[in-house]
């Protein structure tokens, strides 16, 4: 079964890696931004124990927004394509600076999770995620 669950993870991880690397800060995709979420979710469940608990790092600040998002009725668009003056709940905006502190505050140890995740693909998979973005380099919301 490990066997299996890793060659899981490994084909998720290859099947999304370029997922990664269209999330540069100039040119965020909303629709991108949202897919590569969803994409870290499943990643972290996929994930063997070797680095379940680095995906963990990554993912929880972005489930718990997206969860802030859901209940709001808000969209990534809708945060990437606001328009001055235009105001989001105050459970959004609080959200929005809870996820840039959560990476911003953690910026050393996501170096860290993204080596051990680039690492292991490398050892594990065969995947060689140095010449992309680190996953979580460019996992924030517009501001």
């Known amino acids: 079964d490990d066997e299996e669950a890793g060659e899981d993870y490994c084909t998720l991880l290859e099947d999304n890696a370029d997922i990664f690397s269209g999330l540069t800060p100039d040119e965020i995709e909303p629709d991108a931004l ?3 979420v969803a994409v ?3 990643l972290r469940e996929a994930a063997p124990d070797e ?3 680095e995906w963990a790092v990554i993912d929880d600040p972005l489930q718990e927004f997206q969860q802030v998002l859901d209940d709001a009725g808000v969209t990534w668009r809708d ?3 606001r328009q001055p003056g235009d105001e989001f709940p105050d459970e959004v905006v609080d959200g929005v600076q809870q996820l840039t502190e959560a990476f911003a505050t953690s910026e ?3 170096s860290a999770v993204g080596q ?3 690492d292991h693909a490398q050892e594990e998979c065969g995947i060689n995620l140095e010449e992309l973005e680190s996953p979580s380099a ?3 919301p517009p501001s």
């Open 34 to 36: 949202e897919d590569a």
């Open 40 to 42: 870290v979710h499943q």
């Open 51 to 53: 680095v379940v608990d």
């Open 79 to 81: 945060l990437a394509e």
């Open 108 to 110: 050393a140890d996501l």
């Open 116 to 118: 051990t995740i680039s």
């Open 138 to 140: 460019s996992a924030t």
